[in-house]
């Protein structure tokens, strides 16, 4: 397994440990701001919402606070393909948290193959003792079948990339809570969404209410499935905060949920009398103008693999690969 950067020893040392507490959990500074979002209702998680800008993803530490057990969704690796250096203190981040805390994290989920950041996946399992099974909707390999010949990967040696391939309303426990699995295809065919009580980390299935959607026209994807999911979500009950995966304001700070019932009332693409022909052309006329995504190629070639990179050359070297379309005749 290699190994991408260690955090110093110093970070580790600064981190002051506290052992699993039932009800209390301590908080500490990590390098990255962090919020609390905690519920009065019994069957719900606390959520600790981590924002990494660069992408404008919104990464999640839910926590039972009964048990101090907690999974990590959708964990960012940094990456600047300007110079190809791979970093990890967003990630570290997350990991000076859970160890802060006395947190025992018994999963890390991700909400479908992202397009627009690497996931950090790998490098928490392995930071995280190397048994937290990393976790996926089952669809997933049908996005490695897309994908794989893209990068010239075996469809074999992705086999097992992931330790648990989630079905749908599959259920598994999150301490004393119960975490639900919905499918959500649209923005991509392997998405799914995860309900813990009355908090849905909804990934990108629906975005804040200014912001509306996200695209659809990625291999997979399906505007009309979109738009179903969509529905899904909204069909919950009013006072459940939709948790999404990125945000994108224009005119207000980063937000990371709002709830079902503000999403019927002002989402700009498919709140209430908004007819699904309607969101359907507009979803397909905005995604005919988008451009890719800027981390697009890295993202899924590392996403596909679970976090993992390609293997090294015999020299050692770690390449990327970045597909060429030609529209010109060269020797
Ligand atoms: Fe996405």
Redesign the pocket.
């Given at each position: 397994m290699f190994r991408l950067t260690s955090r110093t020893a110093s970070v580790r040392a600064s981190a002051m440990r506290v052992q699993p507490r039932h009800v209390h959990i301590q908080f500490a500074p990590t390098g990255q701001p962090w919020r609390r979002h905690p519920s009065s209702d019994p069957e719900t998680p606390t959520v600790f919402t981590f924002y990494e800008k660069d992408t404008s993803t919104w990464q999640y530490i839910v926590v039972d606070p009964r048990t101090s057990e907690a999974v990590i969704i959708d964990p960012v690796l940094d990456y600047d393909p300007a110079s190809g250096v791979l970093s990890t203190a967003t990630a570290d981040g997350l990991v000076s948290f859970v160890e802060h805390n006395g947190l025992k994290v018994i999963r890390i989920l991700e909400t479908?193959a992202?397009?627009?950041h690497l996931t950090a996946a790998q490098y928490l399992k392995q930071e995280l003792n190397g048994d937290v099974p990393v976790c996926i909707g089952q669809r997933i390999k049908q996005v490695q079948e897309t994908f794989a010949p893209i990068y010239g990967l075996e469809l074999s040696s992705l086999e097992n990339a992931f330790d648990v391939y989630l079905g749908d309303n599959e259920e598994f426990k999150l301490g004393s809570l119960s975490c639900h699995v919905l499918h959500l295809p649209g923005?991509?065919p392997d998405h799914v969404g995860f309900v813990i009580g009355k908090a849905v980390f909804a990934g990108?299935s629906i975005f804040n209410p200014d912001v509306g959607s996200?695209r659809a026209d990625f291999p997979g994807g399906n505007v009309e499935t979109l738009y179903a999911s969509m529905q899904r979500l909204l069909s919950l009950p009013g006072d459940y905060r939709l948790y999404v995966?990125h945000d994108y304001p224009q005119n207000r700070d980063q937000t990371c949920f709002s709830t079902v019932a503000e999403q019927r009332a002002k989402n700009r693409h498919v709140k209430e009398g908004t007819d699904a022909t309607t969101f359907i052309q507009w979803r397909k006329d905005r995604d005919a103008v988008l451009g890719a995504p800027r981390l697009l190629h890295p993202s899924l070639q590392v996403n596909i693999r679970a976090g993992r990179l390609p293997p090294p050359d015999e020299h050692g070297r770690v390449f990327l690969r970045t597909p060429v379309k030609l529209d010109v005749k060269l020797e």
């Open positions: 479908h992202h397009a627009d923005h991509t990108d996200a995966g």
